[in-house]
């Protein structure tokens, strides 16, 4: 039995008497261990955004929850500062329902993507691609949200997509507003066929599309 004096009998009741700011004093009486299911507690009781609004929650949750929670229940700045915080390296880490494992379905990082830009957080989603187009490993990633953002800027989208996936030797670089090619401006210049992602997909658009 769970005594009377229990924190999460406290905040229950203090939520049913419609007292949210009294029951978040009782958070910072459950460890660390027992956020998680308090996060879930809170949201069954109608108060989901009551956790996610603590700072301390941000950094004892899961990324999985964290971002469960603030897509179901749109809470875009939440999970701006969860990025921050985090940074994409853990939102690679979640675990995504019904996602095969031959690479056909789009990851963790393109979803929150496609959300943020549905929320109307462009910028953001730009500076996610341009990270993304930093490494190999994650130019893929690169990819899906610079497609995205073409709806936004076909201009600069068209340019990370160049970064993501490589322009074809011997074709020409579109130049930016800056007038440095984005070759240059991006790659340091040169022929960048080595370093070049060869998914098909990728191929296809840099052979025909770019």
Known sequence: AIPLSHPLLR????????????????????????HESLCYFLERRGFPQLALEEELFL????????????????????????????????????????RPNDGSSHGPVECVGAFLLSQGKAELVRRLASECARK???????????????????????????????????????????????????HGGGDRSSGVVNWPVGKYVREHAL
């Open 11 to 34: 905040i229950g009741i203090l939520l049913s008497s419609n007292q949210p700011d009294r029951a978040k004093r009782w958070f910072h009486a459950m460890h660390p261990n027992q």
């Open 59 to 98: 950094n004892t949750l899961s990324m999985d929850t964290i971002v469960d929670l603030c897509i179901r229940y749109r809470m875009t700045k939440v999970l701006e500062h969860a990025i921050e915080i985090h940074g994409l390296s853990s939102i690679r880490k979640i675990r995504m329902s019904h």
């Open 136 to 186: 190999e490993e994650t130019k893929r990633e690169a990819y899906v949200l610079a497609s995205l953002y073409l709806a936004v800027d076909a201009r600069d989208a068209k340019r990370l997509v160049q970064r993501a996936v490589g322009v074809q030797k011997g074709k020409a670089a579109v130049v930016g507003s800056s007038g440095v090619s984005s070759t240059e401006n991006d």
